[in-house]
Protein backbone atom coordinates (compact mmCIF):
# COMPACT_ATOMS: atom_id res chain seq x y z
CA UNK A 1 0.00 0.00 0.00
CA UNK A 2 1.52 3.29 -0.89
CA UNK A 3 1.92 5.77 2.11
CA UNK A 4 1.98 9.81 1.63
CA UNK A 5 5.11 10.96 3.83
CA UNK A 6 4.96 14.52 5.02
CA UNK A 7 7.83 16.73 6.45
CA UNK A 8 8.11 19.96 7.06
CA UNK A 9 5.65 22.57 9.26
CA UNK A 10 6.74 23.18 12.59
CA UNK A 11 6.34 26.46 14.09
CA UNK A 12 6.54 30.06 13.05
CA UNK A 13 5.37 33.35 13.73
CA UNK A 14 2.54 35.29 12.75
CA UNK A 15 3.39 36.45 9.05
CA UNK A 16 6.13 34.44 8.47
CA UNK A 17 6.71 31.46 6.21
CA UNK A 18 6.56 27.49 6.19
CA UNK A 19 6.65 25.23 3.74
CA UNK A 20 5.38 21.48 3.40
CA UNK A 21 6.37 18.59 1.57
CA UNK A 22 4.69 15.34 0.88
CA UNK A 23 6.34 12.40 -1.47
CA UNK A 24 4.27 8.84 -1.79
CA UNK A 25 7.06 6.09 -1.22
CA UNK A 26 6.72 4.57 -4.12
CA UNK A 27 8.74 6.37 -7.26
CA UNK A 28 6.05 4.22 -8.79
CA UNK A 29 2.93 5.56 -7.98
CA UNK A 30 0.70 7.88 -10.34
CA UNK A 31 -2.21 10.46 -9.22
CA UNK A 32 -4.60 12.61 -11.17
CA UNK A 33 -4.65 15.32 -8.24
CA UNK A 34 -2.77 15.52 -5.62
CA UNK A 35 -3.87 18.77 -2.58
CA UNK A 36 -3.39 19.87 0.92
CA UNK A 37 -6.21 19.84 3.39
CA UNK A 38 -5.84 20.88 7.19
CA UNK A 39 -8.20 20.97 10.50
CA UNK A 40 -7.81 23.14 12.88
CA UNK A 41 -8.59 21.82 16.53
CA UNK A 42 -12.67 21.90 16.92
CA UNK A 43 -13.24 22.14 13.33
CA UNK A 44 -13.92 20.36 10.15
CA UNK A 45 -11.02 19.64 7.93
CA UNK A 46 -10.98 22.05 5.25
CA UNK A 47 -9.79 22.32 1.57
CA UNK A 48 -6.46 24.27 1.20
CA UNK A 49 -4.83 23.74 -2.35
CA UNK A 50 -4.97 21.14 -5.09
CA UNK A 51 -2.86 20.38 -8.58
CA UNK A 52 -3.60 18.46 -11.13
CA UNK A 53 -0.87 16.09 -11.82
CA UNK A 54 -0.67 15.86 -15.32
CA UNK A 55 -1.15 19.34 -16.87
CA UNK A 56 -0.04 21.78 -13.42
CA UNK A 57 -3.22 23.37 -12.96
CA UNK A 58 -3.57 24.59 -9.69
CA UNK A 59 -6.59 25.76 -7.48
CA UNK A 60 -7.17 27.69 -4.46
CA UNK A 61 -9.05 28.26 -1.29
CA UNK A 62 -10.41 31.66 -0.91
CA UNK A 63 -8.11 32.05 2.14
CA UNK A 64 -4.88 30.48 0.82
CA UNK A 65 -5.11 32.59 -2.77
CA UNK A 66 -1.84 35.17 -3.29
CA UNK A 67 -0.29 33.40 0.01
CA UNK A 68 0.42 29.67 -0.71
CA UNK A 69 1.67 27.89 -3.38
CA UNK A 70 1.27 24.48 -4.37
CA UNK A 71 3.93 22.52 -6.59
CA UNK A 72 5.31 19.45 -7.95
CA UNK A 73 2.84 16.09 -7.75
CA UNK A 74 3.44 14.78 -11.00
CA UNK A 75 5.44 11.22 -12.19
CA UNK A 76 5.97 10.07 -8.22
CA UNK A 77 7.70 13.39 -7.64
CA UNK A 78 7.05 15.33 -4.01
CA UNK A 79 3.96 17.47 -3.37
CA UNK A 80 4.88 21.12 -2.07
CA UNK A 81 3.43 23.43 -0.67
CA UNK A 82 4.75 26.90 0.06
CA UNK A 83 2.97 29.24 2.90
CA UNK A 84 3.78 32.81 3.29
CA UNK A 85 2.04 35.52 5.61
CA UNK A 86 0.66 32.64 7.86
CA UNK A 87 -2.00 33.95 10.34
CA UNK A 88 -2.86 32.59 13.96
CA UNK A 89 -5.64 31.15 12.42
CA UNK A 90 -3.94 29.16 10.42
CA UNK A 91 -2.98 27.12 12.92
CA UNK A 92 -3.98 23.50 12.22
CA UNK A 93 -2.82 19.80 11.65
CA UNK A 94 -2.19 20.07 7.54
CA UNK A 95 -2.70 17.01 5.14
CA UNK A 96 -1.48 15.91 1.91
CA UNK A 97 -4.25 14.15 -0.29
CA UNK A 98 -3.91 12.25 -3.37
CA UNK A 99 -6.56 10.80 -6.07
CA UNK A 100 -5.72 8.24 -8.52
CA UNK A 101 -8.68 8.43 -11.66
CA UNK A 102 -9.74 10.97 -13.28
CA UNK A 103 -12.72 13.25 -11.46
CA UNK A 104 -15.18 14.67 -14.34
CA UNK A 105 -15.87 17.73 -12.50
CA UNK A 106 -12.62 19.36 -12.57
CA UNK A 107 -9.83 19.61 -9.73
CA UNK A 108 -11.96 18.03 -6.59
CA UNK A 109 -12.03 19.67 -3.35
CA UNK A 110 -13.80 17.80 -1.18
CA UNK A 111 -12.10 15.28 0.71
CA UNK A 112 -14.14 12.12 0.02
CA UNK A 113 -12.83 12.50 -3.14
CA UNK A 114 -9.13 11.64 -2.28
CA UNK A 115 -7.73 7.66 -2.23
CA UNK A 116 -4.28 8.36 0.07
CA UNK A 117 -3.73 10.41 2.85
CA UNK A 118 -0.24 11.96 4.20
CA UNK A 119 0.08 11.29 8.53
CA UNK A 120 -0.75 15.02 9.08
CA UNK A 121 1.97 17.97 10.26
CA UNK A 122 1.38 20.06 12.83
CA UNK A 123 1.79 23.80 11.88
CA UNK A 124 1.33 26.15 14.60
CA UNK A 125 1.38 30.22 14.26
CA UNK A 126 2.24 32.40 17.31
CA UNK A 127 0.45 35.77 17.59
Known amino acids: QVQLVESGGGSVQAEGSLRHSCAPS????????MAWFRQAPGKNREFVAAIASSTGTTYYSASAKGRFTISGGNAGSALSLQMNNLKHEETAVYYC????????????????????WGQGTQVTVSS
Open 97 to 116: AARTSDHEDGIPVAGVSYDY
Open 26 to 33: ERTFSSAY
